[in-house]
């Protein structure tokens, strides 16, 4: 039976936030009385990851999705509510809590910057009391797995941003952790480096069946490794449920493109009884519902001389562009 | 030696060999003592407490010495690397995050120790009178003497580093304690100068075990080694647990700003 690995319950987290005026009354007046007030920015939020999941967080820009990585994590304190991570309570920071987790945050950097990133995994490993020869096949281990053997020896500083970022990687998982909280892992890279991160990340959970919590506004990261979506708004779970029942839920249609042989044909088609959305000469685009494509389709091949045809899927980033700004989504 | 501090410690010695050059420019910015050592010697303020000028010479040597390798930074290394998010990675690491700015310190003192040995031998140069060897015992006192105060310089530090967690800006608060290092710690003058009332009152804070002691034990000064050892051990017990639960506190408070 799969296990819950991380458990929040009612979780919540305030900040106090100073305010100021602007000009020079604001300037004068804040000097002399600070205003501050707290500022609730995760609201009384629950949810269940079972071990091996890899869960996507989404959200608009201070959602909360980073703040509550945080906390999982044990960075930050929760003012209200509960976690347990592997059975532990993060913000307590014991030892065995922190020798199974791992926290990837964008290009922030545990490397040191003037030595070569073997320097900086040869400490992180003692740090997680490796042995060297133990620290030595993992290096050997994940840098052929992340293709950065060839890296190891060159100043962290003259490494390009994806070589870096590999590192990075490579210096946050040397304690092989059974959960990986990735804030925004790929921010930066290019098309191929991203590509290669997921690939990593994906065979790292199916080889360690690592928990992976991950947050990203490339949708790309989010599509290709994470069948759950958890959906933050405002500091509240706006969905929290599976990735594909929220696509199909939010885009219930597909736009067909048929170039049909003959205008004759299109007109005949126009007439059918189909959606139409539009038609320009032998062209024409219809709407079809998502549980009748397959039969829709046979239709129209059995009865138009069709030349080509082309299912136009939704663009996703508009899809989530649009869970992001609502607050409440029943699936 | 602990093997998470000893590997700390080797690949910070290889970090800060990359910054020999800079290293040597703030052995040599450190020659604050031998500017006072003109100062006293050419008005013969050494006459007013009875020290004569190669004790005063040696004296202002050896505070030279034990502030090379007592001086610390980690509210200026704490606090950037709070400000820019930097401690974050290293607050989830099973430890302490100081032990890092602890090493980097103990490395960046072995990497100047040439630097000030070559300084020294130009002061000799220039002082032949002041040469002088000490005995193995007091040599190895002096050591254990200037570890020490760089334990209580660096468990200051990091107390007032921690107040990163409420103030962004810890380091303000740092430069108020600036003035009572330079004046009481015995860098500017030796503490003997001082009057009597206000001698006794010195004698009561951390300042005179920073420097003073150290220096004086060193340069063969009259001191009283067991009580001076002492005051530096009970400083140790009084600001450990101080900097443990500031600590602690601290972390509660971190918002992972910058992060």
Redesign the interface.
Known sequence: MVQNIIDVRNLSKSFDISSKEPGLKGTIKHFFKRQTKSLKVIKDISFEIQEGEIVGFLGANGAGKTTILKMLCGLIYPSEGSIMVSGYLPFMRKENFLKNITLIMGQKQQLIWDLPPIESFYLNASIYDLDKFEAKRRIKKLSEMLEIDKELFIPVRKLSLGQRMKSELLAALIHEPNILFLDEPTLGLDINAQRNLRKFLKKYNKETNATICLTSHYMKDITSLCKRVICVHEGTVSYDGKLDLLLKKLSPVKEILIVCRSEEDAIKLENYGFNVKNKIKNEITIKIENNSITSSLKTILNNFDIEDLFINEPPIDEIIGRVLIKKDYEI | MN??IF??LK?QY??MM??RVEIALWAISGIIPFFMLNIWTNNNLNESINISDVMLSRYFLCAFFVRQFSVVWVVFSFEEDSLM??V????????NPFFRYFAQHLAEQITRFPFAILISFFFFIFNPESIWIPNLGILFLSIVSTFLSFIIQFLIQSIVACLCFWTEKASSIERLLFIPTLFLSGLLAPVVSFPTYVKSWIYLTPFPYLIDFPANLLSGNETNISGGLSMQILWIFLLFPLFKKIWSEG??????MG?
């Open positions: 093997p998470k590997t700390l690949v290889s970090n990359e910054y998010g930097k974050s990675p290293y607050l989830i690491q099973p430890l972390t509660k408070k971190y918002t992972a992060s």
